[in-house]
């Protein structure tokens, strides 16, 4: 029986997950819970691209779990930020424009499902995690600022504005204005963001002018609902509120005089703590779809769409699969069946059924294991090749049912089940959506009116005669390839080309297709007599 990856301590830290782990250790010090943090703004559909900052985190706590520690992982929904840009995938964009600048939270759900168009993504994006096996602490931000939770800290920045003034202003072309003030207002009459010529007492008061429609207000910090932390000057506030540990980021915000420079000067400066461990990750794209994902634009591709090609345990193994700071596309053309072949292969290699060097199966023992949705199998799990299953499904029409009888020896537990049952579904969702024309076929149910020579007549008689005959001794698809070519041969001047072509065009009325003898035995006895019968 194969080990379980598991049961072998790996003699070196190898996966940057677990470097990373020990890095924030260090760091910090020994303490009773690390705080993991990651985030979005759900101002439209929460894509592929986003999900990494997500997974990254997931991959660190498991890790620093690994080593016995206790781990909080806050998700910050940052839904009180300003509706800025309607999506272009979004319904009901006339009425969207109504509420342009207002807090996202406030924004009316377009599909009518939810209490709002915040709820709406945040639902959404929460039950993709749960397939993948990414629990997060939610944290809903309008909810944070509106009960007051920040007004202490909201008071301190404006105490502390000249500073923050002072750190932006240097990695900015063109100075922030004298009137620039580290705060943002809802205007308590037509609840927009466009606020200006805002005051400030000294203590509890703020007075501003709305220049969108023009209305004077004021609000005292301690019972206001409206006031809220520009971007640059909220993420290193909530580092310290939250005692964040980790977060990473993705390269936009980490290049030099991006906001996490920035960040890292205030929280220091302006709310007396120390900036969490980082790590940059780089963007995720599509194969052929172009670069950066963006949810404004509307074209997107989700965690669900991914889900659709490929088994949520491949989902977490791409990703692992990759150095957090490499950017990577995600294939769901031809490439997918390599994809599949590529992570057999890895978990062949993670589970000893394949040979490697030290270094490449303890990476592979590391990457399999982050793969997990669940506990790790004791055993591989079953492994039904994706090309040959796609083959399978459509000898069956697609029908999941009696595609699992061709299989049927092979499933021997409920994770193998799983597997199988997942994997169709793939595989079915991949031949119907994006396989290649050139990939797929239905299988005649009758043999097809040939005009025939009588050598490519005689091959489909000795061939029928043969088969007839010895199908029940074949032992395995190298036996039957040798003996096609016997039965090829034993026509005068038949060549195996023609041979070839022939049983294609009986079998599925294409002049190409899968690989002959494991095609003609996933097909069956009975069919292929009854197709070859003259």
Not at 60 to 68: E, F, Q, S
């Amino acid at each position: 029986m194969a080990n379980n990856p598991n049961e072998n301590e790996q003699a070196q830290i190898i996966h940057w997950a677990d470097m990373t782990a020990d890095r924030i250790i260090k760091q910090k010090g020994d303490k009773g819970q690390y705080v993991l943090a990651s985030g979005i703004t759900p101002s439209g559909v929460v894509h592929f691209g986003n999900f990494r900052e997500t997974i990254t985190v997931d991959f660190v706590a498991r890790a620093l779990r690994a080593r016995g520690k206790k781990v909080r992982f806050i998700f910050s929904w940052d839904d009180y930020d300003t509706f800025r840009k309607i999506p272009a995938n979004m319904p009901k964009q006339e009425e969207l424009k109504k509420y342009l600048f207002q807090p996202i939270v406030d924004t009316p759900d377009p599909f009518e499902r939810d209490e709002s168009y915040a709820a709406h993504h945040e639902k959404n994006y929460e039950a993709q995690l749960e397939k993948v096996g990414i629990e997060v602490e939610a944290i809903y931000q309008a909810k944070k600022y509106r009960k007051g939770d920040y007004k202490e800290q909201i008071k301190l920045a404006l105490t502390k504005r000249q500073a923050i003034v002072d750190i932006l202003n240097k990695y900015r072309a063109e100075p922030l204005e004298d009137s620039w003030m580290p705060l943002n207002i809802y205007c308590s009459k037509c609840n927009r963001d466009k606020t200006d010529h805002i005051k400030w007492d000294g203590q509890w008061e703020i007075s501003y002018t709305c220049e969108l429609c023009g209305h004077q207000g004021s609000e005292n910090l301690q019972t206001t609902s409206r006031a809220k932390l520009p971007w640059r000057v909220d993420w290193p506030m909530r580092w310290v509120f939250e005692g964040v540990d980790f977060e990473p980021g993705g390269k936009d915000h980490s290049s030099d005089g991006g906001s996490y420079t920035t960040a890292q000067e205030i929280v220091k400066e302006v709310f007396g703590g120390t900036p969490p461990v980082y790590l940059q990750y780089d963007f995720v794209s599509i194969k052929g779809r172009g670069g950066k994902m963006s949810s404004s634009k509307g074209d997107l591709v989700t965690v669900n769409d991914v889900l659709n090609i490929y088994e949520p345990e491949m989902v977490r193994w791409i990703f692992a699969s990759y150095k957090s700071n490499v950017d990577f596309a995600i294939s769901f053309d031809l490439d997918v069946i390599k994809t599949y072949e590529d992570f057999d292969r890895q978990e062949r290699l993670a589970y000893g059924l394949e040979e490697g060097n030290d270094k490449k199966v303890a990476m592979a023992k590391r990457v399999i294991e982050l793969s997990q949705i669940g506990p790790m199998p004791t055993v591989c799990p079953f492994q039904p090749s994706f090309r040959h299953l796609c083959n399978v499904l459509q000898i069956n029409d697609g029908d999941i049912k009696k595609t699992r009888v061709f299989y049927a020896k092979d499933i021997k537990n409920e994770r193998d089940e799983r597997r199988f049952q997942e994997r169709s579904r793939c595989a079915l969702h991949w031949l119907k959506n994006e396989a290649p024309d050139e990939f797929k076929f239905t299988l005649n149910r009758t043999r097809p009116a040939l005009d025939l020579t009588k050598a490519q007549t005689d091959f489909l008689n000795n061939l029928h005669a043969f088969l007839e005959k010895e199908w029940d001794n074949l032992k395995s698809d190298k036996e039957l390839h040798e003996k096609l070519y016997e039965v090829i041969h034993s026509v005068p001047e038949f060549e195996p080309m023609m041979g070839f072509t022939t049983l294609y065009q009986i079998l599925i009325s294409r002049e190409k297709g899968p690989k002959l003898a494991s095609f003609i035995l996933a097909i069956g006895k009975e069919r292929v007599l009854g197709l070859l019968r003259p």
